[in-house]
């Protein structure tokens, strides 16, 4: 996704410092940084791994979030254990309210899906 945009972040830089950033972007939207969840890695290790400055890496990381609209709901950027636990996932405008598609009929689960909304029909 990144390569296909004309001002991609990953076009500068070093291949460590969008590497990073990469990881750090995706690590976001999954709570990658919060001990409660598994995978689990602090900011600061995950940083220190790659050897490059807590800024650099946190502002390409927002740079690409930005780019590619990626937000903690976008099931497109979440790693499948997250998925099955995150609602907002789950969540679609049905006649301007927002319901949560697993409670709907099959017929209606399938839309979704075919449309994109949902990332598989639950079961």
Known sequence: ALCRKK???IQSGS???CACAII???GTINFLYDKST???ISNQDLIGYFNVSKSTASSK???I???LKMHPSDYKWMIPSMIDNSPMAWIIMVNDFAVDIRTMPFEIQK???QKGLIPYIPK
């Open 7 to 9: 001002l991609s972040p």
């Open 38 to 40: 598994t995978p689990y």
């Open 15 to 17: 291949i460590k410092t």
């Open 65 to 67: 979030r930005e780019l």
């Open 61 to 63: 990381s927002k740079q």
């Open 24 to 26: 750090h972007a995706i």
């Open 111 to 113: 839309q979704a899906f």
